[in-house]
């Protein structure tokens, strides 16, 4: 994967890889983008391809791994687990 993967996005590409991100159902991305289903599993494989994963887990944990890191003055990541 490449640093840059992030700007080769499409904005549709994008907007469906937030949304994955947030862990929005693929049928509520499509009823949100007002396309099918069938098209956001063409986007989500495109986008597998981009970060070179393998599953939807592997797709987000790299698409984090190109993100900013956050401010300080944003809310703290509530999947990590506390020990």
Do not use: C, F, W
């Not at 599993?41 to 986008?47: C, F």
């Not at 981009?50 to 944003?74: F, I, M, Q």
């Not at 809310?75 to 687990?81: C, I, K």
């Amino acid at each position: 994967m490449s640093s840059g993967a992030v700007r080769r996005l499409t904005d549709r590409q994008r907007s469906v890889m937030e949304r994955i991100d947030r862990r929005v159902p693929i049928k509520v991305i499509a009823q949100e983008l007002g396309v099918s289903e069938t098209r956001i599993n063409q986007h989500i494989r495109a986008l597998k391809d981009v970060y070179d994963a393998g599953s939807l887990g592997e797709l987000v944990e790299n698409y984090r791994a190109t993100l900013p890191p956050k401010a300080s003055g944003e809310a703290p990541d509530l999947n990590t687990e506390k020990t």
